[in-house]
């Protein structure tokens, strides 16, 4: 297995508050990114980075923010929570080797409900 | 824009039956696609992908080919196991580096 850690794999905040969610890679791949996915929805990029200190918005960025500092962290955070952020965030990794021998890792997921 | 179309599930089997499971795209340019499994409780596991048309990808007796005349990517196993239940999802990947998903089909296998 990819060594992805995300964490934490829950959580429970309230309407409101700020949430971070972290993503660690033992892999040094230049790639992260941060999806979620919901049910009809599939799994939507919400950000990713191809460098340290380098991040893009994906499809669904609106109300998320990310920072990487160094390679091996990609920080997720939700301002301020709302119940339509309720969902389960993948964390991947990749290492591109141009486009036919670049393949994707992904971490365990972190389920995110907010009330 | 670029997109997959998976049909819709859920797809409930007995054991030993032929599954198939659609998977259109639309893309500007020439991707690589690609066929992952989530197993409960877990992420995203590459189960096969194939990178220029005509390739079959295949993996544990699933396979999929790349078919470029109908922007189709269909994953098929022809004997399905229990141990075969999960989500499986159809997704694309440009130059660009990002993976763009279908919506999942959750296949269930019953013994």
């Known amino acids: 297995d990819a060594g992805i850690t995300q964490s934490p794999r829950h959580k429970v905040t309230e309407t409101g508050t700020p949430v971070t969610l972290r993503c660690h890679q033992t892999?040094?791949?230049?790639?992260m990114y941060w999806y979620r996915q919901d049910p009809g929805h599939g799994l939507r990029l919400i950000h990713y980075?191809?460098?340290?200190?380098?991040?893009d918005k994906g499809e669904v960025s609106d109300g998320y923010s990310v920072s990487r500092s160094k390679t091996e962290d990609f920080l997720l955070t939700l301002e301020s929570a709302t119940s339509s952020q309720t969902s389960v965030y993948f964390c991947?990794?990749?290492?591109?080797?141009?486009?036919?021998?670049?393949?994707?890792?992904f971490g365990q997921g972190t389920r995110l409900t907010v009330v | 824009g670029n997109s997959v179309t998976q049909m819709e599930g859920p797809v409930t089997l007995s054991e030993e039956a032929f599954l198939t499971i659609n998977c259109t795209y639309t893309a500007t340019g020439y991707p690589s696609l690609f066929w992952y499994v989530q197993y409960p409780g877990e992420g995203l596991q590459l189960l096969l992908k194939?990178?220029?048309?005509?390739d079959k990808g295949s993996n544990k007796g699933f396979e999929a080919t790349y078919r470029k005349e109908t922007t189709s990517f269909h994953l098929e196993k022809g004997s399905v196991q229990v141990s075969d239940s999960a989500v499986y999802f159809c997704?694309?990947?440009?130059?660009?580096?990002?993976?763009?998903f279908g919506a999942g089909t959750t296949v269930t296998v019953r013994a």
């Open positions: 997704a694309l990947l440009l130059n660009d580096y990002k993976l763009s």
């Open positions: 980075s191809y460098g340290v200190k380098d991040t």
């Open positions: 194939a990178t220029k048309a005509d």
């Open positions: 991947a990794i990749s290492e591109p080797k141009g486009q036919s021998n670049t393949e994707a890792f």
């Open positions: 892999e040094n791949h230049r790639y």
